[in-house]
C-alpha cells in the first residue's frame, strides 16, 4: 500500500516558478514509478510526467523544457519544478503510483489528493 500526500501548489504570475512535492509512505516506493497529472474544470485528467524508479523521465509535450520530474535523495520525495509558468498551467495537481509508467490516469492504482496551481497572466 501506498500514501501519497501532495504540496507546493499555490497562486503565482505567468513566468514564475512554483516547486510540487509528493511525499509517498510504503516502503515499496522505490520502485514505483511515479506520475504527476493535472485537472483543469471541467476538462479531463492529463498526463504531465513520469519517473521511474530507475531514473528515466516522460514528459508531456506541452510541458517540455519548462517542468522537470526528480527523486530526492531518500527517494520517498518526488518533486516536479516549475518554470515558466503559464495561464493555460493552472489546475489541480496530482501525483500517482505504480509499477509502471502509464500515461492513461485510469491505470495508477495511488492517488495523492491534489493541489492547486493557479498561474495569473
Known amino acids: 500500500q501506498v500514501q501519497l500526500v501532495e504540496s507546493g501548489g499555490g497562486l503565482v504570475q505567468a513566468g514564475g516558478s512554483l516547486r510540487l512535492s509528493c511525499a509517498a509512505s510504503g516502503r515499496t516506493f522505490g520502485t514505483y514509478t511515479t506520475g504527476w497529472f493535472r485537472q483543469a474544470p471541467g476538462k479531463e485528467r492529463m498526463f504531465v510526467a513520469a519517473i521511474k524508479s530507475g531514473g528515466n523521465t516522460y514528459y508531456a509535450d506541452s510541458v517540455k523544457g519548462r517542468f522537470t520530474i526528480s527523486r530526492g535523495n531518500a527517494e520517498n520525495t518526488v518533486y516536479l519544478q516549475m518554470n515558466s509558468l503559464k495561464p493555460e498551467d493552472t489546475a489541480v495537481y496530482y501525483c500517482?503510483?505504480?509499477?509502471?509508467?502509464?500515461?492513461?490516469?485510469?491505470?495508477?492504482?495511488?492517488w495523492g489528493q491534489g493541489t492547486q496551481v493557479t498561474v495569473s497572466s
Open positions: 500517482a503510483a505504480d509499477s509502471r509508467v502509464y500515461f492513461n490516469p485510469a491505470e495508477y492504482r495511488y
